[in-house]
């Protein structure tokens, strides 16, 4: 959602831009990244309203990941979440995968190729300024609906994906709003099988056990992980039946089992 809501304001503010009339290719002062000047290969470019600067230079001090494709001829940044790119001399543009027409494409001059600074600095999501002839480049600050999601991005990425790496797992970290709890749901091909047999067959009651106790542990992990961000939050783990994914089959909220379809507790 929050892909779609950005991509449709990229379109917005591009469409209700008023173009300037065409003028011959100036230069800017500069660009202040965070405070400080950086230097380029090649000085900003200003033509038709738009700055254009090299991609790699300014893209890559941003901190963002640059690729290009020499065949397609299509530089793209990776930072984040966000991913935006850019070809020759086409005014299609991508943010995120949805198409946006840009008013000055990316072009080469001198051999380097450079790109809408705007468009791109906003994509990877810095906020752009001009003032006096410099760029002023700056990383939002978060609000605390952003930060919260970008905590859970990074528990997800660096905590739960590492303790589940299996090709047969699929893993996934959610907040509910109605239960204020951050949601760890796995889901896995035989888990529904697995699961089962620890419950029916006799001599895995130790194994139910030990299992039940590490999801419990998982959960209330997650409520103190959040709670050192000073986030009041619910810890939820829940087993999806792997058969039906509206389905669970156990669920575990800050420790204590709330739903069990086994009927062992």
Do not use: H
């Amino acid at each position: 959602m929050k892909r779609i809501i950005f991509a449709m304001f990229m379109v917005c503010a591009l469409i209700v831009s008023v173009p300037l009339n065409a003028e011959a290719a100036t230069y800017a002062k500069g660009i202040i990244l965070d405070g400080q000047q950086i230097e380029t290969e090649i000085a900003p470019i200003i033509e038709n309203g738009r700055t254009l600067v090299p991609v790699r230079g300014v893209l890559e001090a941003m901190g963002a990941t640059v690729t290009w494709d020499q065949a397609t001829k299509t530089a793209t940044a990776y930072l984040g979440e966000n991913t935006t790119s850019v070809t020759i001399d086409n005014y299609t543009a991508y943010v995120n995968g949805y198409a946006v027409t840009l008013e000055v494409p990316a072009k080469v001059v001198n051999g380097r190729t450079m790109v809408p600074l705007r468009f791109m600095a906003e994509s990877i999501g810095y906020d752009v300024s001009y003032s006096d002839g410099y760029v002023y480049l700056d990383m939002p600050q978060y609000d605390g609906y952003s930060e919260f999601y970008a905590i859970m991005d990074d528990f997800d990425v660096n905590i739960v994906q590492p303790e589940f790496q299996s090709d047969n797992l699929y893993v996934s970290t959610s907040y509910n709003e109605d239960e204020n709890a951050v949601v760890i749901s796995i889901q896995g091909d035989g888990m529904t099988n697995e699961i089962m047999k620890m419950t029916t067959n006799e001599g895995f009651e130790s194994e139910w056990s030990e299992f039940i106790d590490y999801m419990g542990a998982l959960s209330v992990g997650i409520v103190d992980y959040f709670d050192a961000y000073g986030y009041d939050v619910n810890g939820i783990v829940e087993i999806i039946n792997d058969e039906d994914s509206d389905y669970v089959l156990l669920q575990i909220n800050n420790g204590v089992v709330t739903y069990d379809e086994t009927g062992l507790y």
